[in-house]
T-cell receptor, first 113, second 114 residues
Framework: DAGVTQSPTHLIKTRGQHVTLRCSPI?????VSWYQQVLGQGPQFIFQ???????GRGNFPDRFSARQFPNYSSELNVNALLLGDSALYLC????????????FGQGTRLTVV | AQSVTQLDSQVPVFEEAPVELRCNYSSSVSVYLFWYVQYPNQGLQLLLK??????LVESINGFEAEFNKSQTSFHLRKPSVHISDTAEYFC????????????FGKGTKLTVNP
């Protein structure tokens, strides 16, 4: 079985631009969570979606948004990129939205220049 | 609010030596506790977790961690490390009852030298 897949793996954007990151959960998993990992820090929770509805939101500005599609894949969107948005963005999927059984993808490395 | 403190940012050890990576948490409610490992340029892999029951939990590759409620700790140990254990280790906590988020520590970089 395929694990959690994220695309693209690497991305370079310019300040002020918009970016869309994509995540496909493990087959059968209905929940997706997004985390931001800045270099040298632990991951920080951004969003969780379960059955296409937002179930939780971390302390991130409104420039960050996400959605989940009927096939349970998800997109994370970031508008008006700042240099500080440079990070590894991790997606985690779980069967029923319980983080006790979350599986992480390899991440998307975003660099803002 | 929950928080996690990993007391050591870097831990260098020699191969076959024992190691302990320390983790303390703060929470006003019952918690679930996790250790994740991250190899260079990769995502997070779950190493072990404490949900309930026995306070000593073990992983398949020789790591173990003990939940100590009175000291609010969940230290990770291995009696004999290998070169391949070199990685970054993250301790994480979540509230019991299916809370939607994990709160991570800043990580401990374990370097195993020959």
């Amino acid at each position: 079985d395929a694990g959690v897949t994220q695309s693209p793996t690497h991305l370079i954007k310019t300040r002020g631009q918009h970016v869309t990151l994509r995540c496909s959960p493990i087959s059968g998993h209905k929940s997706v969570s997004w985390y931001q990992q800045v270099l040298g820090q632990g991951p920080q929770f951004i969003f969780q979606y379960y059955e296409k509805e937002e179930r939780g939101r971390g302390n991130f500005p409104d420039r960050f948004s996400a959605r989940q599609f009927p096939n349970y894949s998800s997109e994370l969107n970031v508008n008006a990129l700042l240099l500080g948005d440079s990070a590894l963005y991790l997606c985690a999927s779980s069967l029923a939205g319980l983080n006790t059984e979350a599986f992480f993808g390899q991440g998307t490395r975003l660099t803002v220049v | 609010a929950q928080s996690v403190t990993q007391l050591d940012s870097q831990v260098p050890v020699f191969e076959e030596a024992p190691v302990e990576l320390r983790c303390n948490y703060s929470s006003s409610v019952s918690v679930y506790l996790f250790w994740y490992v991250q190899y260079p340029n990769q995502g997070l892999q779950l190493l072990l977790k404490y949900l309930s029951g026995s306070t000593l939990v073990e992983s398949i590759n020789g790591f173990e961690a003990e939940f100590n409620k009175s000291q609010t700790s969940f230290h990770l140990r291995k009696p004999s490390v290998h070169i391949s254990d070199t990685a970054e280790y993250f301790c994480a906590v979540s509230e019991g009852g299916g809370s939607e988020k994990l709160v991570f520590g800043k990580g401990t970089k374990l370097t195993v030298n020959p």
